[in-house]
């Protein structure tokens, strides 16, 4: 365990609930936490079937959820703290605060499709747009691309859209490519950056400031020392 | 008897995304808060003012700076002028104030309570019908008029069965002064505003980093973010704030702070400088009550000194409205019980017994005992 931690500071009475996203971002999330002072044992344990894992000692609890139902954990108040994807916070446009970039799980949000897609995307002609984001697909085409589109809502393996034919190009986000060059499809346009970030419950950034308060400052100095190692 | 399955009239029982039907005890409880919260503002002294329910639509109109056009539900009359549903009293109290009291420059205190309407129907599970209650203080700028507002929420909060809470105040001539100090254009400031108010600091530092300002500056700038639960820390801020207009703003708060204390309300505040709000109307003090089980602020208010003006009457003013909704559903949560008296005396009657018991029904009802009168006995 982690033996430079310090002693947490502030009022200890409740806990601190943190919605995380399951699978890969969740290691990388705790893995910073611990950087940063905070852990939990109970969720160290794969083969649990907790759905709620506790740290008595800093009164911290983590559960693990779906990503686009963590800001809406956050949003409610049943988490204080949620950490997932920039593309589901724009997605949802729930009301949380976004306090931090914390520059892990990085991707794009592109438009792609078949390279004979390209020309589409150059004039004002109605399109079909197959897309998991249909929220961030629509402003994109909307209000930045003035184009008027059909979209279309898919909720998995968005890719298969232009290959079956059910859409034009699709909106989704791109980390390395190689499903889309398995599949012949090619990012045509880039929307926006994508990252993990972490957000924070209104209330609780008023009822629970202090406690709040030292994880952002915590997690900030870690993340920030990181980026400036990489930058070296 | 109908000639149509029940199934038929299934679709007439729905009503629309938003609103919806409060009755038996839930409507009891609510009213009971709301009685109570009106109580605590009658004691102050503040006077019922009722507006319509509907407007004309430049009421709201962007110049106001309340609630953007596309949120508003708007239809027409016979003569084809547009008309909005209210979606804050605010507007329509300084347009009526405006219009009756002209001439008056002595403080006014008015109150309101009634549903506020936004067309939000995009987002899941938000209220589109609300039911509000607030305060408008018109015609008095000073500290003393701020302070009264919080100590009034405080005491609204109290009344209405709340004891954990907590009262956010900010400044939004602070955030103002930093701008017009940087030098920022309409544009920058108001994406700025977007980020600063959903505490998103790292898009607002990469935002005034792509406009050429320099580190210092920046940190200056960010230095809105930090927190402040004391007069001392905003006492800090204060030397550190390059510009007068932002000084003054720290200075005004560090004087509220001073009167909400005489109040003996100070463990119910904290200080935010990154609370700004949506509506464009409010010009200085700005603040909002948080409380645990919901997600949102159960009330929100401040200083709007110029919006009078926009009704032809220059009258510095300030006030707060109360979520009733939200503030239901937090004391639901943190199993607030709110006692409501729903003893009913009930009389069973015959054909032969109607008079007598007709009889009794009348005089327990003159003692002021709720008493049913229904049919009983052998059917």
Do not use: W
């Amino acid at each position: 365990m982690n033996n430079t931690m310090q002693p947490l500071s502030g009022d200890r009475s409740q806990y601190l609930t943190i919605a995380l996203t399951k699978g890969r971002l969740a290691d990388q999330t705790m893995a910073l936490l611990e950087k940063a002072g905070y852990y939990c044992e109970e969720l160290e344990n794969k083969k649990s079937r907790k759905l709620v894992f506790t740290n008595e000692e800093q009164k911290l609890r983590f559960f693990l959820s779906k990503g686009p139902d963590v800001p809406t954990y956050v949003e409610y108040g049943a988490a204080d703290i949620g950490v997932t994807g920039s593309d589901i916070i724009i997605e949802e446009n729930r009301r949380v605060y976004e306090v931090l970039d914390l520059e892990f799980g990085k991707c794009t949000m592109c438009v792609a499709g078949p390279e004979s897609a390209r020309e589409l995307l150059k004039h004002h002609e109605r399109i079909r747009v197959a897309s998991k984001y249909p929220g961030i697909a629509r402003d994109y085409f909307y209000n930045r691309k003035h184009q008027t589109v059909d979209i279309i809502k898919l909720n998995g393996s968005v890719e298969l859209g232009p290959i079956v034919e059910l859409a034009d190009v699709i909106v989704d986000i791109v980390e390395t490519g190689s499903t889309l060059k398995a599949n012949r499809l090619k990012v045509l346009e880039e929307v926006c950056p994508i990252s993990a970030r972490m957000i924070v419950n209104q209330v609780s950034m008023t009822m629970k400031a202090q406690r709040i308060r030292e994880v952002i400052s915590r997690v900030r100095e870690v993340v920030n020392s990181e980026k400036h190692e990489n930058q070296l | 008897m109908s000639t149509h399955t029940p199934e038929r009239y299934h679709d007439l029982l729905h009503t629309p995304d938003g609103v919806r039907d409060i009755y038996g005890k839930e409507n009891a409880r609510k009213q009971k808060v709301l009685s109570r919260v009106l109580e605590a503002m009658h004691l102050y002294g503040y006077e019922d003012l009722q507006t319509p329910a509907f407007e004309y639509f430049d009421v709201f109109s962007r110049e106001i700076g309340t609630t953007p056009s596309r949120d508003l539900y708007k239809f027409f009359d016979a003569d084809g002028n547009t008309l909005t549903l209210r979606p804050d009293f605010t507007p329509p109290v300084a347009r009526c104030v405006a219009k009756y009291f002209m001439d008056e420059t002595e403080p006014l205190r008015f109150c309101y309570q009634g549903s506020a309407f936004v067309n939000t129907s995009a987002f899941q599970g938000k209220r589109s019908e609300s039911t509000q209650t607030g305060v408008e203080l018109i015609n008095d700028p000073s500290v003393y008029a701020d302070a009264e507002m919080i100590a009034l929420l405080v005491e609204c909060l109290q009344k209405a069965g709340l004891s954990d809470f907590q009262i956010s105040i900010g400044n939004v001539e602070y955030f103002k002064g930093v701008c017009q100090a940087a030098g920022l254009d309409q544009d920058t400031e108001s994406s700025l505003r977007d980020y600063i108010s959903g505490k998103n600091y790292f898009a607002a530092e990469d935002l005034l980093k792509s406009r050429g300002m320099k580190a210092a500056q920046r940190d200056e700038f960010l230095r809105i973010t930090d927190f402040m639960d004391d007069r001392d820390a905003l006492k800090k801020v204060r030397e550190a704030t390059g510009n007068e207009r932002s000084r003054k703003a720290i200075d005004r708060l560090i004087d509220l702070c001073r009167v909400i204390e005489a109040y003996g309300y100070g463990r119910y505040i904290s200080f935010d400088l990154t609370l700004l709000s949506k509506y464009h109307y409010y010009t200085g003090v700005i603040f909002k009550g948080y409380t645990y089980g919901t997600g949102e602020a159960i009330a929100t208010g401040g200083r709007y000194d110029g919006l009078l003006a926009h009704f032809g009457k220059d009258a510095p003013s300030i006030g707060f409205m109360i979520q009733i909704d939200a503030l239901l559903e937090a004391m639901q949560r943190q199993k607030i019980e709110i006692p409501v008296d729903t003893h009913t005396e009930k009389i069973e009657y015959t054909e032969e017994s109607y008079d007598a018991c007709l009889e009794k029904a009348i005089r327990l009802r003159k003692e002021g005992i709720r008493t049913l009168l229904v049919p009983g006995g052998d059917r």
